[in-house]
């Protein structure tokens, strides 16, 4: 009798620990390693006229070089970040109603103007994320870059390679900013 009760302790034991097993990869651990998504809300700065090159944001402060945003940004950069959240298997609902959300302010987006490998404007981007949680600012990443030749700076050289010796689109260059910044504010996203 003793030995009976022994196997099926085991079996149960052995059961519970392949659901368990399973369970985890399923969900890869996602569901249990973030009970509450946060929130993302992308927004691009209403630029006027009169709007100075260089501004301040006005969530955080900091100054920011303003330029020309083309009017699928918020979209673009909205896909791109939803995308690289998802990869990343971090839940994430939209709008900022949460306790907790990533804000991307856009405040640069601009297209290069010229092919692959001759252009007259390269791609620019510029955007601030902020995590913000009970509605103070958390953490700040800023990107703010223009794509430059080989021979403005040297020292980028294994971006250079990277991207291909080619002159990106601005939908490359603002994809390269969101997982940078992704990757900067990883343990506060969770």
Same mark, same amino acid.
């Given at each position: 009798?003793?030995?009976?009760?022994?196997?099926?302790?085991?079996?149960?034991?052995?059961?519970?620990?392949?659901?368990?097993?399973?369970?985890?990869?399923?969900?890869? +651990?996602?569901?249990?390693?973030? *009970?509450?998504?946060?929130?993302?809300?992308?927004?691009?700065?209403?630029?006027?006229?009169?709007?100075? !090159?260089?501004?301040?944001? !006005?969530?955080?402060?900091?100054?920011?070089?303003?330029?020309?945003?083309?009017?699928?940004?918020?979209?673009?950069?909205?896909?791109?970040? $939803?995308?690289?959240?998802?990869?990343?298997?971090?839940?994430?609902?939209? +709008?900022?109603?949460?306790?907790?959300?990533? &804000?991307?302010?856009?405040?640069?987006?601009?297209?290069?103007?010229?092919?692959?490998? $001759?252009? *007259?404007?390269?791609?620019?981007?510029?955007?601030?994320? &902020?995590?913000?949680?009970?509605?103070?600012?958390?953490?700040?990443?800023?990107?703010?870059?223009?794509?430059?030749?080989?021979?403005?700076?040297?020292?980028?050289? +294994?971006?250079?390679?990277?991207?291909?010796?080619?002159?990106?689109?601005?939908?490359?260059?603002?994809?390269? $900013?969101?997982?940078? +910044?992704?990757?900067?504010?990883?343990?506060?996203?969770?």
């Amino acid at each position: 009798m003793l030995s009976i009760r022994k196997y099926v302790n085991r079996f149960f034991l052995v059961y519970l620990a392949m659901l368990t097993v399973s369970l985890t990869v399923l969900c890869d +651990g996602s569901i249990l390693a973030q *009970e509450n998504p946060i929130g993302v809300f992308v927004e691009k700065m209403a630029i006027d006229k009169e709007t100075r !090159k260089i501004d301040k944001c !006005k969530y955080c402060g900091k100054l920011i070089k303003v330029g020309k945003i083309h009017t699928d940004a918020e979209i673009v950069v909205g896909n791109q970040t $939803g995308a690289e959240l998802d990869y990343r298997k971090i839940q994430y609902e939209w +709008g900022k109603e949460k306790k907790k959300y990533l &804000h991307v302010y856009i405040f640069r987006f601009e297209e290069r103007k010229g092919s692959d490998f $001759g252009v *007259e404007k390269p791609a620019g981007v510029g955007f601030h994320m &902020h995590i913000i949680e009970n509605d103070s600012i958390k953490r700040i990443f800023v990107f703010d870059e223009d794509q430059r030749s080989l021979s403005e700076n040297v020292l980028d050289i +294994g971006k250079f390679f990277k991207r291909g010796a080619k002159w990106i689109t601005v939908d490359v260059l603002s994809q390269e $900013g969101i997982e940078k +910044g992704l990757d900067s504010l990883a343990d506060d996203l969770k």
